[in-house]
């Protein structure tokens, strides 16, 4: 993407009631790398709540000194997949916005019964933590032998604090299966009774553990009920219903479901996803209740761009009157405003929010040819000196950019964007999103092939936005020029001129949107004609998720009144 356009330690504590709960946290951290100190506080305000490292996989608790701890697994860069993951940190937080790194505190070499693999990997995934008789147990899935793959144990350490002077145990957990699982969870019930999960590839298993929390109290048994169970069991408890969440078998795109049981070994009721998928190919997370809020937490490849690196992040998490959980609004950085605030009127292109690649923005190309106006970003920005205007430009679709600016009084508004097509192709368009969401109208529009000086204008009209400030997101299909854009209050409705059915992305992952000419039905049915989806559709652009069919090529027929329209997709 190019681009700007301008014209002209803590106490030693037990956890709350004595036993350990399981509970989430919000907001966000740093931690100094290559620097000895007993913690280090920083504070953010958005997710990522981790930067300075990779971190996956959190396990969240409060503790009965008032804080919320996270224990997560570490993403080594440059990446080397999954069998590179070798250290322990911890977190913290008293107030979800500012959070301490505790540092390190388990390494694989540290492990005395785990089996130096030939191939140098270091298998140190999900782990938990609990509390019991005054101590802290952390929880690890390492092999003790190749083939790694089917070795797994749960290695323990101990220690009198909740975030450091670990020690590993010279056993893994007593009583496991010889083949053993991953991910393990440790739940402790209101009758003070303990109890142990774990589970992969398809199966999760749960039993009682001993009160000396290093030996099962009997076989484990296989958890019934659990619709698509992938990986990650995490449970917890509230208003006398027990809650088993983990994530499906969605390939390359997991998504965490839950389901709900009168008894903490089940039998189970699916109750459906939570938690859609992220920007990781993967997801794990953690269900904790903090401070009269619950939270959610888990990890997305917002930073990193890819699945393989992975940013822990934490959100509110909120239940329906039949205690179903309410599906998680996932939200992210998405960087600062640019020098001052920028009110209604124009904004220029290279004014884009501060905050860096996977915050403010997304660049995939090289560019940048003008680059003393924002130094030290990778956004392309070039000048027209001819015209003696900066703009973005070498945009794709997989890039985007955010901009905060604040509006004086709610209303509807229109937004003009000077802007146009580097190439004359009829297909280069974008779409918006404001504060997270995507607007009433969130279709794409169309750039026109145009140069400088003359560049098109594209009206996206009919914004609603309240009092205060936004943050608006562009997302480009192809390349463009794209010079500024000019917030403007409303003096009347604009309704676009909709003549036919447009359906898009094409292909999908799933979800797509739609943008009717009228009020009607609709079908969507596969190449044999059976029907994966009816519904009733207004005149307003709208969403459909069918991401549960297999992929291949079908037929979204529109019936509206004596008119039919139809429009073909590939689902991939």
Partial sequence: MSGKSRSNLLPQTPPLGGRR??????????????????????????NPFVRDIYTADPSAHVWADGRLYVYPSHDI???RGCDLMDKYHVYSTGDMVNWTDHGQIVEASQVPWGQPLANGGKFMWAPDCAYRNGKYYFYFPHPDKDPWNSNWKIGIAVSDKPASDFTILPEPLKGLPES??????????????????????????????????IELDGELQQMTGLYDFHEGAWVFKRNGIYYLTYADNKSGANQLRYATSNSPLGPW?????????????????????YKGQWWVFYHTADLSGTGLLRSICVDSLFFDENDAIKTVVQTKDAGKPYRDIQREGAVEAEDFNEGGQGIAYWDNTEGNQYRKYRLGESVDIDQSRRWETIYVTDTDNK???????????????????????????????FYLEFDGTKTSNPRRYTVPFAE???????????????????TMTFYPSGNVRFDKFVVSKATGIITPAVKRLHVYPNPTNGVIYFESPSAGSVNIAGLSG??????????S????????????????????????????????
């Fill in 269 to 289: 009721l699916h109750r459906g996803v939570y938690l859609n998928s992220t920007t990781s190919d993967t997801s794990h997370g953690s269900v904790v209740e």
């Fill in 180 to 213: 053993g699982e991953i991910d393990p969870c440790v739940f402790i019930d209101d009758d003070d009774q303990v109890y142990f999960y774990y589970g992969g590839g398809s199966r999760c298993f749960g039993g009682k553990l001993k009160d000396n929390m």
């Fill in 541 to 572: 652009l709208q969403s459909i998720d069918i991401s549960g069919v297999a992929s291949g090529i079908y037929f979204v027929a529109l019936q509206t009144g004596a008119e039919s329209f139809r429009s073909k997709i590939f689902v991939k």
């Fill in 77 to 79: 860069a440059p990446p």
């Fill in 530 to 539: 059976r029907r994966v989806y009816s519904g009733i559709v207004d005149d």
């Fill in 452 to 470: 400088m000086p003359g560049l098109a204008t594209v009206t996206v009209p009919n914004i609603q936005l309240n009092r205060g400030k936004h």
């Fill in 399 to 429: 890039e985007y950019l955010n901009y905060t600016f604040e509006v004086s009084e709610p209303g509807t508004y229109h937004i003009d964007f000077i802007i146009g097509a580097v190439n004359n192709n009829p297909e280069v368009k």
């Fill in 21 to 46: 709960v399981k509970l989430l946290v919000m907001k966000k951290i740093f931690v100094l790398p290559l620097i000895i100190l007993l913690s280090v506080q920083f504070s953010f305000a958005q």
